[in-house]
């Protein structure tokens, strides 16, 4: 039977993410069904029990989904930015989708900057180049950009790993907002997931990277 997993994230959005330890591990590339262009997907979120016996909610394709199907199942539609190794991946939010999702964070970079009209632009930098690479990748966003890094060497920003504590990964989620007059908003939010052994992850932080 299906758990309500996607109507609850939808409806408590970044309320969602102080309860609920996050994984996106299954998002394999070979398994993403685009639902309206290379970006835009749909999910199912489902819980899953590691091999280490720590307890996630899991991202996945909709079509990969192992829950069972009821006229009640829902689906979140989300923008997808993945990361690629030694390189930057970039997208524009804008109004084909009401959420984002990226891959995991473990060293890697998330930069936001608005571009108007309620769109932003974001970009996945990877960790696994130099510190020079990742800093002139940053710097093509511009000078008012938001980006949650692994440590404050970038200013101000929020950091996920500064003292090398015992952070597992981080994640950055997007929802959009719809008023009934004005622009649309989007707001980027990050969770910080901490592995404490055994089979123990803890949410360590939840705060707002965008705007």
Not at 66 to 85: A, I, M, P
Not at 107 to 112: F, H, N, R, S, Y
Not at 136 to 163: C, K, M
Request: proline share 4%.
């Amino acid at each position: 039977m299906s758990d309500g997993l996607n109507k609850l994230f939808m409806n408590q959005k970044s309320n969602f993410l102080r309860e609920n330890v996050l994984s996106v591990m299954g998002m394999r590339p070979e398994a993403i069904q685009p639902a309206h262009n290379d970006h835009v997907c749909n999910f199912d979120l489902q819980h899953r029990t590691t091999p280490t016996g720590a307890r996630v909610v899991e991202l996945m394709p909709y079509a990969h989904r192992t829950k069972t199907v009821t006229w009640k199942s829902n689906h979140v539609t989300g923008y997808w930015l993945r990361w690629r190794s030694e390189a930057t991946v970039e997208m524009v939010l804008d109004s084909a989708a009401d959420y984002f999702f990226t891959s995991e964070l473990g060293g890697c970079q998330v930069v936001a900057a608005a571009l108007g009209n309620g769109q932003v632009r974001v970009g996945h930098i990877a960790g696994n180049k130099g510190r020079a690479f990742r800093t002139a990748e940053a710097q093509r966003f511009p000078a008012l950009r938001r980006q949650l890094s692994s440590s404050h060497a970038y200013g101000t920003n929020p950091a996920y790993q500064p003292d090398n504590s015992d952070v597992a990964w981080a994640n950055v989620i997007g929802f959009r907002e719809k008023p009934a007059f004005g622009t649309q908003r989007w707001t980027l939010w990050y969770q910080i997931v901490e592995n404490h052994g055994e089979g123990l992850l803890r949410i360590s932080g939840v705060g707002q990277l965008y705007p």
